[in-house]
């Protein structure tokens, strides 16, 4: 089964400070990991994915396949950043993808 | 906007009552997902489609719940009888399947639906 764990419901950071947000998985297999952030009043959409290995708004993410963690990092927060975030996770070959429970990012000025 | 369209966008319902609802993918994409979000939750998968073709179902979806995609473009999800533990946003997302590799999954706004 697979299985993605985002411990932090909440996170409030102070604009200009880092800001971690935490990711676990369990597959059995070489999962394919993905940030999605939700906007207040738009659309989930796609912040960046494992193998492409950018850097997306200042926001990345490293696999850790040892830790089976994928967190997501920036190292100044910015207002703009306040949003839901969804770490995912998709099977090789299978694109159907495997929600955590989301962290709320707020951005505090 | 050419994103994926979903329609409506909120529903509330009586229970015993059915309801269908409609999403309109980006247009080309040839996979088409649907997923249910409760409060406090990630999305969950309930099924998708690559063309008219539904390949996966989700144990999530009961009986009561049907999808389909006739011609390959849009797709309905009707669920009959409704619950009240059917209350959710229902999300769909499309994609262009090629090759082996992951394909960007495009989401809509999702459809509220609201069973009393």
């Known amino acids: 089964a697979q299985r993605v764990t985002q411990p932090e419901k909440l996170l409030s950071v102070f604009k200009g400070a880092p800001v971690e947000l935490k990711c676990n998985y369990s597959y059995s297999g070489s999962p394919e990991l993905f940030w999605y952030v939700q906007y207040s009043r738009q659309r989930l959409q796609l912040l960046l994915r494992h193998i492409s290995r950018e850097s997306i708004k200042g926001f990345t993410a490293d696999l850790n396949k040892g830790e089976t963690s994928f967190h997501l990092k920036k190292p100044f927060a910015q207002e703009e950043d306040s949003a839901m975030y969804y770490c995912a996770l998709s099977g090789v070959g299978n694109e159907k993808l495997t929600f955590g429970t989301g962290t709320r990012l707020t951005i505090i000025p | 906007d050419t994103g994926v369209s979903q329609d409506p966008r909120h529903k509330i319902t009586k229970r015993g009552q059915n309801v269908t609802f409609r999403c309109d993918p980006i247009s080309e994409h040839n996979r088409l997902y649907w997923y249910r979000q409760t409060l406090g939750q990630g999305p969950e998968f309930l099924t998708y489609f690559q063309n008219e073709a539904q390949l996966e179902k989700s144990r999530l979806l009961s009986d009561r719940f049907s999808a389909e995609r006739p011609k390959g473009s849009f797709s309905t999800l009707e669920i009959q009888r409704t619950e009240q533990g059917d209350s959710a946003m229902y999300l769909c997302?499309?994609?262009?399947?090629?090759?082996?590799?992951?394909?960007?999954?495009?989401f809509g706004p999702g459809t509220r639906l609201t069973v009393l």
């Open positions: 997302a499309s994609s262009y399947r090629r090759g082996g590799s992951y394909n960007e999954q495009f």
